[in-house]
């Protein structure tokens, strides 16, 4: 998924962002579909999946910052914990669909997106612990926050992920990662 | 949403507004260290005091200024309890099953929800005295000397101001999607939570297809007219900084200098 030209692959990373500002804002009207949904997360990891690691990173440290500058959302206190979470992310996502070839591009997908969540969630736990709220913040909290509270947006992420990667790759906007099986 | 959202800045012509949003940023991070640095009585002393000469600077009505502090009690309660309750089991006051009231867990609590609301209020006068479009310009010359390390800046700050171009039009797209899946009988103004949610799913694929194809669309014809990377463009407005911008640099780093090497 990585055969595109680097200036087509800095366009997309900017629709991302852009993403990142608009998707909150169209899920306003549901109560806490900030902390629940977690709409930003799906255009941060899909740019790590389509234009690679250091794009991924970038759509992560910049996408959260231009949404709360734009529309205040997320508060600027709780923007540096967020931008570590998303950022690493769309890192991992990146590194993973690059190493990770199964030869099914499913499988592919659902792992890099795991490892990319589960990688995020634990170094922004870490930053939190040792950062933004040293001893204050316990493995219980870290569960609540990240894993139980936000649970319908990672079921939304894991089955809209992938199909939106394969929406694109049909309307033939992104290249084909097995194109000899297509 | 047919509006290119203008973040929380309110217009205005105090001292505030009229400095350069380079120097603002350079000066929150400034008055970042001095409210993290808080240790003493004295210290606190002059954040507070700091940070009120700036709110008065700035001529804001209060109610913008504090405006989202009331809803972020509940945070700042649980942030305040956790300390208090748990933070020293050996010296407390009184206990019950887990929990263990003490003078240092008070103080403790007292003092992270403080900074908190600190840092809440500075960054909430940097966004209401500058609007998005100065801060992002003011970013991508802050993050110039990455170049050094290898970042190519000038392909940040292009990525920036694209994303920055795309959001009103993206913004039409999703309203024009939107109105297309309510006339399919998408249920987005329903009561009903699990409803509403669900309703929003089959505008997210729409949203990002549509996106992806500008980009493509975009870049496609940035490539037939022959760009290649962003590297030794040129700024059509150079604006260097004038006296108040390094009047505002010094007395911030004067008070850090204070915070740290005298009242700590």
Known sequence: MQKMSYVKRSIITAACVALCVILP?????IQNA??????????????????GPAFGLLSGLVGPLLSSLFTGMPPMAYLPPMIIELAVYGLVAGLMISLIRTKKLYVDLYLCLVIAMIAGRIVAGIAMALIFVPGSYSMAVWTASYFITAWPGIVIQLALIPTIVFALMKARIIPERYSEKA | MRWLPAGRYVVGNSLLHRLDARAKIICLLFLLAIVIGT??????VLALSAIGMIILLSQLPLRHVFGNVGRLWLFLGTIFLMNALFFDSENALCSWWIFHLSISGIKQGFSLVVNVLLVIILSNVLTLTTSPNEITTALESLIKPLRLLGVPTEDVAMIISVAIQFIPTLMEETEAIKMAQIARGAR?????????????MPLVVPIFL?????????????????YRNA??????????FVWQDYMALSAC????????LVLR
């Open chain 2, 231 to 240: 590297t030794n463009r040129t700024k059509r407005k150079k604006e260097p």
């Open chain 2, 210 to 226: 549509s996106a992806f194809r500008r980009a493509d669309e975009l870049s496609l014809a940035m490539e037939a007219r022959g």
């Open chain 2, 39 to 44: 240790a003493s009585v004295g210290s606190y």
């Open chain 1, 25 to 29: 804002m169209a899920f306003h009207s």
């Open chain 1, 34 to 51: 900030g902390s629940i949904l977690s709409p930003m997360h799906i255009p941060v990891l899909l740019c790590g999946l389509i234009c």
């Open chain 2, 253 to 260: 780093g004067a008070l850090c200098l204070i915070q740290f």
């Open chain 2, 188 to 200: 987005f103004e329903s009561k009903k939570l699990r409803e509403r949610a669900l309703s929003f």
